[in-house]
């Protein structure tokens, strides 16, 4: 799913990804990768996770917002170098 979004403008560290995932979910990662879809997509489930698990799913939503910025700017990463 990563290799369909289009490739970030510059490179970013995943690791800053990451934490501002952990911290700021969806908004953050958002924002740090500047890009619309990427704040759309953990943001959807975050929501998901709050409605199947009331009161536990933000812990999950923000953990997916961290591994989803580590991920997606790795990915991205990747593709530049080619």
Do not use: H, T
């Not at 934490?19 to 979910?25: A, E, K, Q, R, S």
């Not at 999950?60 to 990747?78: D, K, M, Q, T």
């Amino acid at each position: 799913m990563l290799d369909k979004l289009p490739v970030l403008n510059s490179k970013k560290n995943p690791i800053v990804a990451c934490v501002i995932g952990l911290f700021f979910g969806s908004i953050g990662v958002g924002i740090y990768l500047q890009s619309f879809a990427d704040f759309l997509i953990p943001l959807l489930v975050f929501i998901v996770l709050a409605v199947i698990i009331p009161g536990l799913g933000a812990v999950p939503g923000w953990i997916f917002a961290g591994l989803y910025g580590y991920f997606r700017v790795s990915n991205s990463n990747e593709r530049l170098r080619l």
